[in-house]
C-alpha cells in the first residue's frame, strides 16, 4: 500500500536553524551579549550605579540566551540522526521524489550519500535529496517472519481439567 508523506522544507544546512534563531534575537550571540554588558558596566556613573536588580536579570537573560543557543544545536544534531536513520530505511523501498536538477524520478533507492544539505539517496541513476521524497512504496511487513518462534495454541483447554497432549514437534524446539 504506498504511503504519502507530506513535504519537508529544505534545509540550510546543520546550522541553519541556530543561526535563524540569532537572527530573530537581532543577530546577538552570548559573546557579543557580554561585550555589551561590560561596556555598560564600565561606562556607568560611580556617583549613580545601576540598580543591580537590572544586573541580575541581564545576567539571567545571557544564560537563557546560552542555554538556547544549546538546545538548539542538540535539537538540529538529534534531526540530523533521524533523517540519516530515515534514509538508510528507505533502502530497497521504492520512491518518487523530484531529482537534483528538478526532473520526477521513481525507482528503487539503491544508497545514501550524507551531506551538509541532509540525506541523498541514490535512485538508479539519479540522486534525490531526502527532503523532496514525495512517495514510499513497499512494505517492511514483505520480509518473512522468524521461523524461531512457536506459533500460540489459542485453543480452549478441556473442560474436564485434563492437560492436553503435548505436540511432538514442541518437544524438540
Wanted: glycine residues 10%; negative net charge.
Amino acid at each position: 500500500m504506498p504511503m504519502a508523506i507530506g513535504a519537508v522544507e529544505p534545509s540550510t544546512g546543520m546550522h541553519g536553524s541556530v543561526d535563524n534563531a540569532m537572527n530573530a534575537l537581532g543577530g546577538m550571540d552570548s559573546e557579543g551579549f557580554l561585550k555589551l554588558l561590560v561596556a555598560q558596566l564600565q561606562y556607568q556613573s560611580p556617583l549613580d550605579p545601576k540598580d543591580p536588580g537590572d544586573l541580575m536579570t541581564q545576567t539571567a537573560t545571557l544564560a537563557q540566551l546560552d542555554a538556547t543557543q544549546q538546545l538548539l544545536a542538540v535539537q538540529q544534531r538529534d534531526l540530523g540522526l533521524q533523517q540519516a536513520v530515515m534514509a538508510a530505511g528507505l533502502i530497497g523501498r521504492e520512491v518518487d521524489a523530484t531529482g537534483l536538477s528538478g526532473q520526477p524520478v521513481q525507482g528503487v533507492v539503491d544508497g545514501v550519500r550524507y551531506t551538509l544539505e541532509g540525506p541523498v539517496l541514490q535512485v538508479g541513476t539519479s540522486e534525490v535529496l531526502l527532503q523532496s521524497v514525495t512517495e514510499v512504496r513497499g512494505s517492511t511487513a514483505d520480509t518473512p517472519v522468524d521461523d524461531a518462534v512457536p506459533p500460540v495454541d489459542d485453543s480452549e483447554p478441556p473442560v474436564d481439567g485434563s492437560v492436553p497432549p503435548a505436540d511432538d514437534d514442541s518437544l524438540s524446539a
